[in-house]
């Protein structure tokens, strides 16, 4: 098995590599690209010859994004700095990936050592008296 540093120097010189590179560090940046209600329903899923493809929530919302085509090829290429590295976008219904709940959601250290020392059923009643105290009933 090769290691790393004999691999990476001719990696770095492949153009193709870091075309690929420049196309994840654009595809990252998906939000931006078409506005955070497209990403939340659409995440770009790989790139190959030019062309990105899409994995959207529906067809409804793959249809939108098939309007917005142009735009987006438009916006792909000014985030990556390159005007020609994507050509083609691909839209097709499957599933997203799980998105990763934000910093704020996830349980307070306290809370998850209590979480892991309490049953089901009492952390059921403990979020339902504190959702009951903040007027949600």
């Given at each position: 098995m090769r290691r790393l540093r004999q691999v990476l120097p001719a990696a770095l010189e492949n153009d193709e590599v870091l075309r690929i590179a420049r196309a994840q560090a654009a595809m990252r940046r998906w939000p931006e690209v078409v506005g955070p209600m497209l990403a939340d329903r659409s995440f770009p899923d790989r790139f190959g010859r030019g062309t990105v493809w899409v994995a959207v929530e529906?067809?409804?919302?793959?249809?939108?994004?098939?309007?917005?085509?142009?735009?987006?090829?438009?916006?792909?290429?000014?985030?990556?700095?390159?005007?020609?590295?994507?050509?083609?976008?691909?839209?097709?219904?499957?599933?997203?990936?799980?998105?990763?709940?934000?910093?704020?959601?996830?349980?307070?250290?306290?809370?998850?050592?209590?979480?892991?020392?309490?049953?089901?059923?009492?952390?059921?009643?403990?979020r339902l008296a504190k959702w009951k105290n903040e007027g949600r009933d």
């Open positions: 529906g067809s409804a919302w793959a249809q939108e994004l098939r309007m917005m085509k142009e735009k987006i090829l438009i916006r792909l290429n000014e985030v990556s700095g390159e005007k020609a590295l994507f050509t083609d976008v691909r839209f097709g219904v499957r599933p997203l990936p799980a998105k990763v709940k934000p910093k704020e959601e996830l349980p307070e250290p306290e809370e998850k050592q209590l979480m892991q020392e309490l049953s089901i059923r009492e952390i059921a009643e403990r």
